[in-house]
């Protein structure tokens, strides 16, 4: 059974960077799919970020694209997603989620297995 642990959230304020964590445990299969979904106060879950199994493909929510990347280290099976230029609507609980497979799917049903989450406040 695939676990997931994120670590990294804390309160940054406006422009501030982040850099949050998740390592993956329990026998990941080197083709799992790793992303990032984020859930407001008050409003549905949204996709953030997916990387492939190999690093080699990305893919971002159009509202952080240029100020999160998201990069992975197999050897630790752990992915990063390193948030700069904060702003406050980017404070919400982000989740890490893992999918076995060749794509990089941006829906949540597409995903298997998730981990508890981290909080990310962004301050004004």
């Known amino acids: 059974q695939v676990r997931l642990v994120e670590s990294g959230g804390g309160v940054v304020q406006a422009g501030g960077s982040l850099r949050l964590s998740c390592v993956a445990s329990g026998g990941t299969p080197s083709n799992t799919a790793m992303a990032w979904f984020r859930q407001a106060p008050g409003k549905e879950s949204e996709f953030v970020a997916v990387?492939?199994?190999?690093?080699?493909?990305?893919n971002y929510e159009v509202s952080v694209l240029g100020r999160f990347t998201l990069s992975r280290d197999n050897a630790k099976n752990t992915v990063y997603l390193q948030l700069n230029g904060l702003k406050p609507e980017d404070t919400a609980v982000y989740y890490c989620?893992?999918?076995?497979?060749?794509?990089?799917?941006?829906?949540?049903?597409?995903?298997?297995?998730w981990g508890q989450g981290t909080q990310v406040t962004v301050s004004s």
């Open positions: 989620a893992a999918t076995i497979g060749y794509g990089i799917p941006t829906a949540e049903f597409e995903y298997d297995y």
């Open positions: 990387i492939s199994w190999d690093g080699f493909y990305t």
